[in-house]
């Protein structure tokens, strides 16, 4: 099943294929930090917004418009590995958790209720990877290949899925591939 793009966030530039192009940064911000996520053209696409004022450092995801689309929370007791993303009206939107045994290259899966589970497969720690839905069904690729500034990397989002979910799953996976 294809999730819609979040309500409020723009399209990236379209690419060959209907593609939606991002970049992003390494190590997205620090606590306390604003950033943000352009599209290929250098348009502003998402905010991220970190909060240091909480007692558990937050990360939000919002739209060009400042509306919230998903959180990233550093849980206090969480268990190692995993890691949820809260929508912004509530309610889990996906669970992130490391495989315990990754013999060549970084595995993690990405639980989202009531859809299939999306894998994410490659080397996380140099920004090049792809999360697939199923065995055939590519929903992004990130790369650091797109654009020469140190520190990007690109994500480059399939047509039919939600931008802003595929960019906050990235930035999780980022935060804790670095932790």
Do not use: C
């Amino acid at each position: 099943m294809m999730r819609r793009r979040a309500e409020g966030g723009p399209r990236g530039r379209e690419e060959a294929g209907g593609t939606h192009r991002y970049k992003m940064r390494e190590k997205l911000v620090s606590i306390g930090d604003d950033f943000w996520i352009e599209n290929a053209a250098g348009e502003r696409a998402f905010k991220v917004d970190g909060k240091a004022l909480r007692i558990r450092n937050t990360l939000v995801i919002q739209s060009r418009e400042g509306q919230d689309l998903y959180t990233i929370q550093e849980r206090m007791l969480r268990i190692k590995d995993t890691m949820e993303i809260e929508r912004g009206g509530g309610g889990t939107a996906a669970t992130i958790k490391k495989a315990l045994i990754a013999p060549l290259r970084d595995r993690w899966t990405v639980s989202i209720p009531g859809e299939e589970d999306w894998d994410v497969q490659g080397n996380i720690l140099d920004h090049e990877y792809h999360i697939d839905a199923g065995r055939r069904n590519r929903v992004a690729e990130v790369s650091k290949k797109w654009f020469r500034i140190r520190d990007t990397y690109g994500v480059e989002v399939e047509p039919g899925h939600d931008d802003a979910l595929v960019l906050t799953v990235t930035a999780a996976i980022d935060q804790m591939a670095h932790d």
